[in-house]
């Protein structure tokens, strides 16, 4: 199949690996906003800022092949709206790492469905298991709402992933993710804005809300679009096993929830499986 741009200056393995600390970062410190403005609101701004700077950077020949794409990019811009918005709504109710390693479900099924060679069943399964040590078990108590928020969220990450890897195939550069990222804004702003009132217009909360938007949103939404160009969608799926583990790392650093034995096996189980596929995936 042929590429609509030359390979990147960094291994596409390493932009998956860059956005998901920038994601988890950015989720970490949206999570502190929660104070001061409900879920709805946070996610507005993130993806409200992100749209904007998208826009910005690439004004240059925006209006390209929308016509003929318009409906993928409703459907990807949906996505990223559905997505945020569940898994803030769930990250309000539930830890942090609980959320991501449920809301992994969606990804991991893709890397499941999408694969073709024993050898990638192996760093699924190894995937897997450390999904499942980090569940919420052995008398975990958590909210049965906010677990299937992050299953919903699982579910559009899911959508993302397909729609990220055929409109990156489609726009050049971070067109089309720019573009989408304004679909998913017009559809948050509403709710967003009734959510938050006056409260959104207030200095700090605009900072911060920038900054959220910009590790949450923009950064690693950009190196996932590109990354994508030159892995697989099965390989980029294993990769993402490594999300779990960055918002453990995150709720540790930035929230301060605490990191068990269970997790720290589950940290190098996974890694294990994000270096395996990482390897084998520069010889595709």
Known sequence: MNRISSAPRLPPTTLVLLSIGCAQLGSALAKSLFAALSPMSVVSLRVGFAALVLLMLWRKDLVGNIRSNYGLLILFGLSLALMNLSFYMAVERIPLGIAVTVEFIGPLGVAIVNSRRLVDVLWVLLAAIGIILLA??????????GVALALVAGSF???????????????????????????????LLPIGVLAGGSALLKPNVLLMGFGVAMLSSAVPYSLELEALRFLPVRVFGVLMSLEPVAAALMGFIVLGETLNLRAIMAILLVSIAAAGASRFATRD
């Open 157 to 187: 990450w899911a959508a993302y992933i397909l729609f990220s890897a055929k409109v990156g195939q489609v726009f050049p550069g971070g067109r089309g993710l720019a573009l989408a990222m304004a679909v998913a804004a017009i559809v």
């Open 136 to 145: 919420p078990v052995g008398g975990l108590k958590l909210d049965l709402v």
